[in-house]
């Protein structure tokens, strides 16, 4: 009975070790890297249409076409996206 405790009490601080050792892996610290857009891109997003969509947007709504395209340029330009 005392064997069994004392081998209890020499394993415990192994485990404990070995648990402190994946905690650390897990919670290894990474830096992420943050981009500051330009105040201008607050709100601006880029309006993203499918091919089928432009076509369609071709055929009823030119203008807006070019609307869309000139704006997602200025966003571009700015540098709130590639």
Not at 31 to 54: H, M, Y
């Amino acid at each position: 009975m005392h064997m069994r405790n004392f081998v209890g009490i020499l394993t415990l601080p192994l485990l404990v070790g070995l648990s402190a050792c994946t905690a650390t892996a897990w919670s290894e610290k990474f830096a992420v890297e943050t981009v500051i857009l330009p105040k201008e891109c607050a709100g601006w997003q880029k309006i993203d249409l499918k091919q089928r969509t432009i076509l369609a947007l071709m055929r009823s709504d030119p203008r807006l076409v070019v609307d869309i395209d000139s704006h997602n340029l200025r966003g571009r330009n700015l540098g709130c996206w590639d």
